[in-house]
């Protein structure tokens, strides 16, 4: 399911412009219904609301709809469901405190799957060749340092995606045979 950008400000421009239902807004923006419920009660907010039309999440059109039938749900637009899908994709921030468990991440992929290429690992890891090559080879010059850590646990990479190199791998090697 895909939710706004931002959903608590979407949720708060929503409750003050719209006769939407609670559950409706939480239905939209991914919360429970009494999240939104808090946010309509707050007296005061810290927060700015959010115009999902201006962002093109929702069209004037959805709305009018979904006021007069509580029992609509509200959608993203397809162009937003598209531009998320495509932020999936592509390589995404890594937090600081992660990016040093980066190469203990190599290295647990390389100890748990070795028919991996460096570059396929590089690739995974949004490492260079020549690390995944040195951790590979032990002559890293921090290699001593490296801790092993599951790069799954830690968000470095998906188990989908990684399940996915791995099989690619695997279909190499039999087909060189």
Known sequence: MNYPYMPKSTALWLIENTSLTFEQIADFCGMHEL???NIADAESHKMQ?????LNG???RENIAQAEADPTMRLTLTQ??????EK???SGGYTPK???QNRMGGILWILKNY???SDGQIARLMRSTNPTVSSIRNKTHKSFSDIHVCNPITLGLVSESVLKDEVTKAQKKLQTTK
């Open 57 to 59: 999440q929702l069209t």
């Open 35 to 37: 999240e939104v419920k």
């Open 79 to 84: 162009n937003i469901v598209d531009a998320q």
């Open 49 to 53: 609301g959010l115009n999902p039309i």
């Open 114 to 116: 070795p028919e991996l």
């Open 87 to 89: 932020n999936k994709r």
């Open 97 to 99: 405190l992660h990016r």
